[in-house]
């Protein structure tokens, strides 16, 4: 048992120290990551692109719900409620770690594309036998979506080390399209977009805010469009 964890038990990465909220869900994602994932290949990742997209959309009617003063923004306040609500228990500390961690326009307040990061990452952090059905928030589709975007990072995570490095990325799109020159560049292109904070490693949370931004969900968009 834990054979694969504990290899890179370097609290570190390149020299820079980790929030305490980092660490806990570095470890969350290994622990995700030695149950295994049921994703063969990035092509299947993006195939449930527009499934994933619109079950997210769907928080939108969760967020406007928590945004009391409706505002376009959940503030600590709000947010505070909304775990209440919830019945999600965090102390103070972790619940102003998670709004910093979360509120990178930081405008004091979770936009929407922040917000589904936010809840996600709850969904993370928040081990599955004691998470309450009220996360679901009247979506049962949620928990899945949450899921199915733990197992995407889980596939790409090859050394299971909770982040995503530069080689793992290019690593994932060969396999997919073995031979093509251009996939590489894809892979680093893609690898960029990802690793917003430029540190060579692709953090959960990064990637979640990424995949908002690739799904075309952006932190000041209106209603749907239609
Ligand atoms: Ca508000
Ligand atoms: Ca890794
Ligand atoms: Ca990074």
Known sequence: MG???GKCDSP???GLPISKL????VEAMRRKAAEGTTVKSFNSIIMKFPKIDENLRNVKTIFEQFDEDSNGSIDPEEL?????KLQISFTEEEVSDLFEACDISETQ???FNEFIVLLCLVYLLKEPAVLPAKLKLGLPQLESTFEKLVNAFVFLDKNKDGYVSKYEMVQAINETTSGERSSGRIAMRRFEEMDWDKNGMVSFKEFLFAFTHWVGIDADEEEDEE
Not at 80 to 84: A, D, E, G, M, Q
């Open 3 to 5: 054979g694969v964890i």
């Open 80 to 84: 505070k409620h909304c775990f209440n």
């Open 12 to 14: 570190r990465r390149q």
């Open 109 to 111: 307040g979770m936009k």
């Open 22 to 25: 980092e660490a806990k869900m």
